[in-house]
């Protein structure tokens, strides 16, 4: 029976069934074969399984996002850091990875950065002489830092799954996502100076001014945001839905840029990818349900603890994993499923679960970036008209880069927790 079940579901992902449907079926299929519980309490789990109220927070995160990339809030972000760091060598280059770091802290979306941002930047690079192979790879990686810098969705579910504070978890991608996006800016800058590319004209003090005037209101959205999340004025949820609130009433009255007319399309568009991640995580809990019936995190962890005897390891087994299972699945999927799996695991190596969960996201930022299934080299195809391939090449030095933040974040605790003291 079981071998015929993995065969089933290797066949169903071979065939290009979603992953959601899937996990869904797998889930039925273990219920009625390995338990005697009834399939009608599978409907009941599924729909506690989308019902928690953080998950309300995904939905309005991201229909601001797509507001703000329809809107002209993205592209008056663009001007701004022109105009602070757009003469140096690299300033443009610099520019965008300062950009995907301060739209991430809006959006909470890697797609949605790399949209919003790439869609301007990545042509203006070029233009300015940057090699495009080098322009797309960096947009593309850059972007997927919408899932490191709070507010991070994949941030929200792992605080759902494992029953951490969301404002902890928030705050412990601070200093990761930070030193993720200095070290891509070091990178163009070193890159920018052995290629001569730079930007010929400094910005004037009264263009700077201009632009500062023209972006105000989107600079000061994250400090909203995440200002109201840290002084508890607000949860999560309540701070999503201030950011849809905010981005929709300054793009329809202050700047203009979007009509009544443009909301539909947008909403139908957020809709669709609401109930796309809100239906993988109700069938994900259907399974993770069957997991905690049939006793399968703990048989599974005592079973690896025999084996797997130092944190060092653990961490390194369970890195390599996540990283082979991002070419091919969704890790947040994965993440819903294997979360009791590895609890046991954290317990006895004194890991601390917000560390972890880090660990999990950048993870699932690098899943963004790898072949064949990897989400940002899609949206970078579609944005730029290159072929997947190239884009893949393209990314693949900063892939490099990201390895090495991996291993740094995931052996030197310190970089999540640090900041986290802060909000205990």
Not at 96 to 120: D, E, H, N, R
Request: one cysteine or more.
């Amino acid at each position: 029976m079981t071998a015929a079940l993995v065969a089933l579901v290797a066949i169903l992902m071979a065939s290009g069934v979603p992953l959601a449907a899937v996990v869904g079926i797998a889930a039925l299929l273990c219920v009625t074969g390995f338990t005697g519980i009834p399939p009608e309490a599978l409907f009941q789990q599924l729909y506690q399984g989308a019902e928690y109220d953080l998950l309300q927070a995904v939905v309005f995160f991201i229909v601001a996002g797509n507001i703000m990339t329809r809107g002209t809030l993205a592209a008056r972000l663009i001007r701004v850091g022109q105009a602070l760091v757009g003469g140096f060598y690299g300033g443009l280059a610099i520019t965008s990875v300062l950009l995907c770091i301060f739209f991430a802290a809006i959006s909470g979306s890697s797609p949605a950065t790399v949209v919003a941002i790439g869609t301007i930047m990545i042509p203006a690079l070029i233009k300015s002489g940057y090699h495009p192979r080098f322009s797309v790879g960096l947009l593309t990686c850059a972007g997927s830092l919408g899932v490191m810098i709070p507010p991070s969705i994949p941030m929200i579910i792992w605080a759902v799954v494992v029953g951490v504070s969301v404002t902890k978890q928030f705050t412990a991608g601070f200093l990761p996502g930070l030193l993720i996006g200095g070290t891509l800016m070091a990178y163009s800058y070193l890159t920018a100076r052995r290629r001569g590319w730079r930007v010929s004209r400094r910005i004037s003090g009264k263009e700077l001014k201009e632009a500062l005037r023209e972006g105000v209101w989107g600079l000061f959205m994250p400090f909203l945001v995440l200002g109201g999340i840290y002084s508890g004025a607000f949860t999560a949820t309540e701070a999503a839905a201030v950011a849809f609130a905010y981005a929709l009433l300054v793009e329809l009255f202050i700047h203009r840029s979007i009509g009544f007319r443009d909301l539909m399309p947008i909403f139908k568009e957020s809709i669709l990818t609401s109930s796309m991640l809100l239906f993988i995580i109700a069938n994900a809990s259907v399974l993770s349900y069957y997991f905690s019936v049939d006793q399968i995190p703990t048989r599974a962890a005592d079973f690896l603890l025999q084996y797997i005897s130092s944190r060092f390891l653990f961490l390194l087994l369970v890195n390599i994993a996540l990283l082979i299972m991002g070419c091919f699945m969704d890790i947040v999927s994965a993440m819903l499923v294997l979360g009791p799996v590895f609890m046991p695991f954290l317990q006895k190596f004194d890991i601390d679960p917000v560390h972890f969960g880090v660990i999990m996201v950048l993870n699932i930022e690098i899943g963004f970036l790898t072949p064949p299934f990897g989400v940002n080299l899609f949206v970078s195809s579609g944005i730029t008209g290159k072929d997947i391939l190239e884009v893949a090449r393209s990314v693949a030095p900063y892939l490099l880069i990201m390895f090495g933040m991996l291993m740094l974040i995931t052996y030197v605790p310190w970089i999540s927790l640090v900041l986290t003291r802060l909000v205990d």
